[in-house]
């Protein structure tokens, strides 16, 4: 009688054994025997939380696991990357393993928890650590471009050092480099042939007319993808500087109160000190000539003039040990009655005028003005 044996499986024949047992076991054979030191990557952003499109093959001395995040050697520098496969087969890196690199052991980051503040201060030392050392080895930053492209399109990294007073140092990922553009490469290149086309052709007939005409309808959209192009180019860029200029507006404030209550003080005394010198002056003339009138009638004084004293003249320069701050003219102008001014002063309100024009399409006369024509070419796609 076969002696039975019992496992996870159930009841066996011992002198055959589990079946199910054995295939698990040479499974597990081959899987180990499949098993490479070899793995694949994607790089991980530090500004954008994101990673990069493309993955890059790596060597490894630890074994690691899909979603481990490690530390990998990224040209003269380091990054922070995350495995997405492992044991990768040696058939697929043979045509350049000798150039494919190896994440030593002790590479996993471990990440604690980080709140909101903590995480974004700690992504800005970072990346500020990362340029710092950078510089010190006189890279710029454009030069140092990341190997899955990120500067492919003239991406550049912009630290915004912004003042302290309750402003957070603002990172920002902007395009500086059109010209490195791939794209804008190729619409260059197109534009350039179609400016040939467009100086060699000869217009003579309507069948002419044709060709001329879908080339144009590629000029124009050409050009509207290039003017789309620039605006993303320089949207990012504008809107970093209105952040920029309306921070500082907004620091700059007391600043500006201050300088124009203390100008306007300052002008103010001047004035009213010159209004009562000017007041004491006419006075003591008034008195004068009236002791004048006086002695002319009787050849005498009945008694003594009694000037005012007059103040003294406030001075135009104020000039202390911190500095000197000076009166100037400041010549201004206001409109009292139009109908007198020049007409060489006077300018046509070209706002209003425009406007008025196109919607008549001809039709309004408006004395003094030309109105006419200039047909321009449109296109419809």
Same mark, same amino acid.
């Given at each position: 009688?076969?002696?039975?044996? +019992?496992?996870k +499986?159930?009841?066996? @024949?011992l002198?055959e054994?589990?079946?199910?047992?054995?295939?698990?076991?040479m !499974? $597990?054979?081959?899987?180990?025997?499949?098993?490479?030191?070899?793995?694949?990557?994607?790089y991980?952003?530090?500004?954008?939380?994101g990673?990069?499109?493309r993955?890059?093959?790596?060597?490894?001395? *630890?074994?690691?696991?899909? *979603?481990d995040?490690?530390?990998?050697?990224?040209?003269?520098?380091?990054?922070?990357?995350?495995?997405c496969a492992?044991?990768?087969p040696?058939?697929?890196?043979?045509a350049?393993? *000798?150039?494919?690199?190896?994440?030593?052991?002790?590479?996993?980051?471990? /990440?604690?928890?980080?709140?909101?503040?903590?995480l974004? =201060?700690?992504?800005?030392?970072?990346?500020?650590?990362?340029?710092?050392e950078?510089?010190?080895?006189?890279?710029?930053?454009?030069?140092?471009?990341m190997?899955?492209?990120?500067?492919?399109?003239?991406?550049?990294?912009?630290?915004?050092?912004?003042?302290?007073?309750?402003?957070?140092? =603002?990172?920002?990922?902007v395009?500086?480099?059109?010209?490195? *553009?791939?794209?804008?490469?190729?619409?260059? @290149? $197109?534009?350039?042939g179609? =400016?040939k086309?467009?100086?060699?052709?000869?217009?003579?007939?309507?069948?002419?007319?044709?060709?001329? @005409?879908?080339?144009?309808?590629?000029?124009r959209?050409?050009?509207?993808?290039i003017?789309? &192009?620039? &605006?993303?180019?320089?949207?990012?860029?504008? /809107?970093?500087?209105?952040?920029?200029n309306?921070?500082?507006?907004?620091?700059?404030?007391?600043?500006e109160?201050? /300088?124009?209550?203390?100008? =306007?003080?300052?002008?103010?005394?001047?004035?009213?000190?010159?209004?009562?010198?000017?007041?004491?002056?006419?006075?003591? !003339?008034?008195?004068?000539?009236?002791?004048?009138?006086e002695?002319?009638?009787?050849?005498?004084?009945?008694?003594?003039?009694?000037l005012?004293?007059?103040?003294?003249?406030?001075p135009?320069?104020?000039?202390?040990?911190?500095?000197?701050?000076?009166?100037?003219? #400041?010549?201004?102008?206001?409109?009292?009655?139009?109908?007198?001014?020049p007409r $060489?002063?006077?300018?046509? #309100?070209?706002?209003?005028?425009?406007?008025?024009?196109?919607?008549?399409?001809? &039709?309004?006369?408006?004395?003094?003005?030309?109105?006419? @024509?200039?047909?321009?070419?449109?296109?419809?796609?």
């Amino acid at each position: 009688m076969a002696e039975i044996g +019992h496992c996870k +499986h159930g009841e066996f @024949n011992l002198a055959e054994g589990c079946i199910q047992c054995v295939n698990e076991r040479m !499974a $597990e054979q081959l899987k180990e025997k499949l098993k490479t030191n070899i793995v694949k990557v994607k790089y991980f952003s530090e500004t954008t939380g994101g990673l990069s499109a493309r993955e890059y093959t790596y060597f490894t001395e *630890d074994r690691l696991n899909v *979603d481990d995040i490690v530390t990998v050697t990224v040209r003269d520098t380091t990054a922070k990357a995350k495995v997405c496969a492992v044991d990768i087969p040696e058939t697929e890196i043979e045509a350049f393993k *000798d150039k494919v690199k190896t994440i030593p052991t002790g590479s996993i980051v471990v /990440d604690k928890p980080h709140t909101t503040e903590e995480l974004s =201060q700690f992504q800005i030392e970072a990346i500020a650590n990362d340029i710092e050392e950078r510089r010190a080895r006189g890279i710029r930053p454009e030069q140092d471009e990341m190997e899955d492209g990120l500067n492919s399109e003239g991406l550049t990294l912009v630290i915004d050092e912004a003042p302290k007073a309750g402003f957070d140092n =603002q990172i920002a990922l902007v395009k500086v480099k059109p010209s490195e *553009d791939v794209q804008v490469q190729s619409w260059y @290149n $197109e534009a350039l042939g179609l =400016q040939k086309y467009a100086e060699a052709r000869i217009i003579k007939t309507v069948e002419d007319l044709k060709p001329a @005409n879908d080339d144009l309808v590629t000029i124009r959209r050409l050009r509207k993808a290039i003017e789309e &192009k620039r &605006k993303e180019y320089v949207k990012p860029l504008q /809107d970093h500087v209105k952040s920029i200029n309306d921070a500082f507006k907004i620091l700059s404030e007391p600043i500006e109160i201050a /300088d124009k209550v203390t100008s =306007q003080k300052m002008l103010a005394f001047t004035s009213e000190q010159d209004r009562i010198r000017s007041e004491q002056e006419r006075i003591n !003339a008034e008195r004068i000539k009236l002791a004048q009138d006086e002695m002319e009638l009787n050849g005498e004084l009945t008694e003594s003039v009694n000037l005012v004293e007059v103040i003294q003249e406030v001075p135009t320069t104020i000039k202390t040990e911190v500095g000197t701050t000076g009166q100037r003219d #400041n010549w201004k102008w206001e409109v009292q009655d139009i109908n007198q001014v020049p007409r $060489e002063y006077l300018v046509i #309100n070209a706002g209003m005028l425009t406007p008025i024009v196109k919607a008549s399409k001809g &039709k309004i006369v408006i004395p003094g003005i030309r109105i006419f @024509n200039e047909p321009i070419l449109a296109t419809r796609q």
